[in-house]
Each structure stands twice: as C-alpha cells, then as structure tokens.
C-alpha cells in the first residue's frame, strides 16, 4: 500500500497530459490572491455566517510522514502501549504483515489514519454538519454539528460516528464507534473497537490547519495520547474519481496476505 | 444485489415503527409490511420474491441496531396542522434564491411509471422498480437501442447481471445511481452540489460555479458535471464517462460518447423529479430522456457501507 500510494502522484506526474484537461487547473473562487494572482495563504480564515471559522475547501495533509508513522514525532517508547499492543506492533512494523493492512485491501483507512492519506479530501461546512469527500478511496465521511450525542453501542463501523462543537475557533470532533479493524498508521499502530478519537481542527489562516489528534483507545493503550498534524489548502485543484478496487493487483504480492 | 436488500433489511429494522406509510409500498401482501416494523428493507425483499424465513432471520440478529441515528428527527421540516411533515409544502430555498434540492432522497415508488412490456418478467413483480433494471421503462418502445447495444444488454441479461459494476463492487455511475434503492443526501452550497450515496459511501459533485465542462478528460466513472439554473430547473451536463457503463441493471450499454443531461426540479417539500436525457450515438439511434422520481425521506441517516469488506458474491454469479 505504501508502494502504491507513493507511486500514485508519481505515476501521474510522468503521465502529466491528461490531468491537465481536467478541472485541476480551474482558478478556484473565493481565495484571496495577492496582486500576481497567487493565493495568499496566510490571510484571515474565512468565517460562517454563524460566525464560526468556516473550514471549508480542498485540503491536503503535509503528513506522508504520519501516514506512515503516526507516531514519528514522539521518542521511542512514548505511546503508552499495552503489552499485547506493543506485541502487535513489533510483529506488523517488521512489514510481514502489509497484506493485512485496509487499505491494502481497497477497504476504508479508517479514522485517524484518513487525516494523513496524502490524497487531497474536501470539506463542505454547513452549520448542521461537515461533508467530507476524501479522494482517497472515493468515501464521503460526515461530522454532525447539529447537538446531537454519540449513539451507544452502535454497528460498528471503519470511520466511525462523529460529533463535532465548537470552542472558540477549534472544532473539536468526537468520533466512536469504530470496527477495530483500521490501523492507525502503516507500520502498525493497533486500534480495538473501544478507539474514541478526538481531531481538534483549527484553520489558523486561510493557507493551514492545525490538526490535534488523541487516541484514547483504553484496550490497546495504557492512557490517551495525541499527535500534531497539518494540512494546508490547495488552491486551483480538484479531487480527482479514485477507485481502489478496479484491477487491484496489489494485494496477493504483499506479505501477511 | 443480494448484499444490497439484505442491507436494506437492517435498515428496515432499526428504523422501528411510524416511518413511512405502507401505502409507499404498491407491493401489498408484503409480510414486512404486515409485521409493520420492517417497513423499507423487508418490503423490496418480498419485492423480490425472497422467502419469508430470510426476513425471519434478519429480524433474530435485528437487537441493538436502534442506538444509530436513523430515528433522529430531521430538522426544519414544514408541517401540517397536525404536526405531521407538509410534503407538499412550497420547496426551500437558498441564499440565491434558487430551489435548495438539500435533504435525504430515497426513490418515490408511487411516481414512478408502471412496467412496461419489454421489461423483464421479474420487473413485473416490483411494482415502482422497473427502472432499475430497464431504464427505458415507461418510455414508450423502450430504449432506442443500437442493434449491437440491444444484443449486449441481452447477453448481460441473460448472464444474470453478472458483470454489472454493482456486482463487482464498482462505481455505479450516474444512472444505476438515480435508479438505486439506497439513499442518497444532497447538500446545496454556493457553487456546488454535493451527493452523498449510500452504496459504497460513493460520492458526487455537480458543480454550479459557471465551469464550463472539461476538454478530453480522463474517462471516469462519475464523469464531471456541471450544472446552471433555467429557472427553477437546474440543468446539468456531465461528460468525460468511461467506455462501458451500464445504464440499468439489466445492462443497458452506455459508451464513452455519451453525454448526460439532467434536469433537477424541486416542486415541493417532499418530490424531486430529475429528466435524464442521454445522448449517446454509439449505443443508441437517438437521444432518449427518461424521467427520475424522488421522495424525501425523513428522521433517517445514511449508513456506512462498505460494498467490499468479506465480498462473497461475485464468484458464485452465474450466466450462460
């Protein structure tokens, strides 16, 4: 999987003469641009008409890195583990059980983990909810705003439920109800079905989010634990339709299939 | 297809009594109906002539499926004197000015058109969901198909449908979508359309920002769409399809010179009416417009759905 989505934008990039006939190169209207017309990415964020930041636009994670590892920026022995976790882990980080991974298998990256797909994801904010459409595996995700709670015990799911408020200019979503299927990262971070994950997104200008993630997962880990991502904007682009499952060949030559 | 009704049985279920009039429901001597708590999913199974135990089954594994939010009331609704949702209440509308085509949307099966005589015999036996399998039902003499495309939707008909994109966990494409027994949520923002679809947790965007349609772009599945206001008409264009879609169930070719037209009108609260026209030289001797009716659906929540996760059916489909 870490093969093929590395090669993706490559591949496209040799490739480069159709993608220009798409809307990929459309001026996108709304951001304000300084006065040789590119996009001033570090002016005011937007904001709703119910005056809170509007997050909407197309982003892209400055996050390969946590893709790979969610835990890169933290010290060796950080995340608080638990023993059968870290078991878990050593045996998936040696690579010997990449088949197994979601993705791999054209299945949903599940939540933390689709925050630093590297595909570019949208989001359309609206004061009852959050529509995300995430090119990577062409999946819409939702994050209500409207009051409503957490549902308990409910089918579980790859992305979960997710509830969002604001405080101040943060919004901080709540998501549950996970299968316990997902990977946090590549290399093998365990999530069970007890993952309770909190994204607090905060648009510091038009240009970036700051994005703080916390695991608190009580099954595989000994306490909550949270990371700092980023994503910024991409201005003058658009998702562009991607199927995983059409001709997947990947699966049968990675290993733990 | 059977994952399909069988996903719609558990929504059935959880969605729990006082949902939907069965009346919305032609086929009658449904025994889901009858049960009174399986209004949606166990009705389009007995549609489908499925035997009363499969329902039976699902109803034993049907505990704990009511703590999701498809019973959570759906906000800003119009309602009638007696408090029940004004279907026919003049349609909202945005900043704009413009219809808002916003809301959850599952198929209107009482406006639809009734079967025609070319459609598959088990067409007949779903009263409202002839188009699903042959869109070209109610339009009079059927689809004016090219003699190789009518050939090609015979085989694929005869062969059970095998193949059908749906069958192999591929996008369904703008059609088989409009057709689907599966919600669908549109949300109307400045400069854009957003469909949010339950199978597949597929998506689409028709954009209204003026974009003109791309120049030879890359063949898609969803192809790129982009729509303008004739009044209260919002008339989109799609181009830019793969070679190889099909239009219905049955199979109904559709090949990558096919332009779509749709035409979305908004008349109440509670209808959606889109007129698909499709321009499709190659397949078809001349352009043909069948019209799409839909129904809002209230107090109700799109599901996840995961078409590959443990995917068991496409080995075990058989043809001819």
Known sequence: MLLRMSLIPAVLLALGVPVGAQWVNLKTAGIPRTPDGKANLTAPAPRAADGHPDLSGLWEPNANKYLRDIAVDMKPGEVPMQPWAEAVYNDRKTGARAGEESDANCLPQGVPKIDAAPAPFKIFQTSSQLAILQEAFNLWRQIFLDGRKLAKDPTPTWLGYSVGHWDGDTLVVDTTGFNGKTWLDQVGHPATEALHVTEQFHRRDFGHIDLAITIDDPKAYTKPWTVKEELHLLPDSELIEFICNENNRDVPHLPGH | ???????????????????????????????????????????????????????????????????????????????????????????????????????????????????????????????????????????????????????????????????????????????????????????????????????????????????????????????YSSGKWDGDTLVVQTNGLKDGLWADYNGSPLTDAAKITERFRRPDFGHMQIEVTVDDPKAYTKPWTATIRLAISLNTELLEYICVENEKDATHMVGK
């Open chain 2, 1 to 223: 297809m059977r994952i399909i009704e069988t996903f719609r049985i558990f929504r059935g279920i959880s969605v729990g009594s006082g949902f939907e009039p069965a009346g919305a429901f032609s086929g009658g001597a449904s025994p889901g109906l009858q049960r009174g708590k399986t209004p949606r999913g166990s009705a389009a199974a007995a549609r489908k002539g499925w035997p009363h135990g499969t329902c039976a089954v699902f109803l034993l594994f049907s505990v704990g499926l009511p703590a999701q939010w498809i019973g959570y009331p759906t906000a800003d609704v119009p309602r009638t004197k007696d408090g029940k949702p004004d279907l026919t209440a003049p349609a909202p509308r945005d900043a704009e000015g413009h219809p808002d085509l916003s809301g959850m949307w599952e198929q209107d099966r009482r406006g639809a058109p009734p079967p025609v005589a070319n459609a598959q015999p088990r067409a007949a036996l779903q009263p409202g969901r002839g188009q699903f399998w042959d869109i070209g039902t109610g339009i009079e003499g059927g689809l004016p198909y090219q003699p190789w495309a009518r050939e090609l939707m015979q085989k694929r008909r005869a062969d059970n449908s095998k193949d059908n994109p749906d069958v192999r966990c591929l996008p369904l494409g703008i059609l088989q979508t409009h057709t689907h027994n599966f919600l669908r949520k549109y949300t109307q923002v400045p400069g854009e359309i957003v469909s949010l679809f339950e199978r597949d947790s597929e998506y689409r965007q028709i954009f209204t920002d003026g974009r003109p349609l791309p120049a030879d772009p890359q063949p898609t599945y969803g192809g």
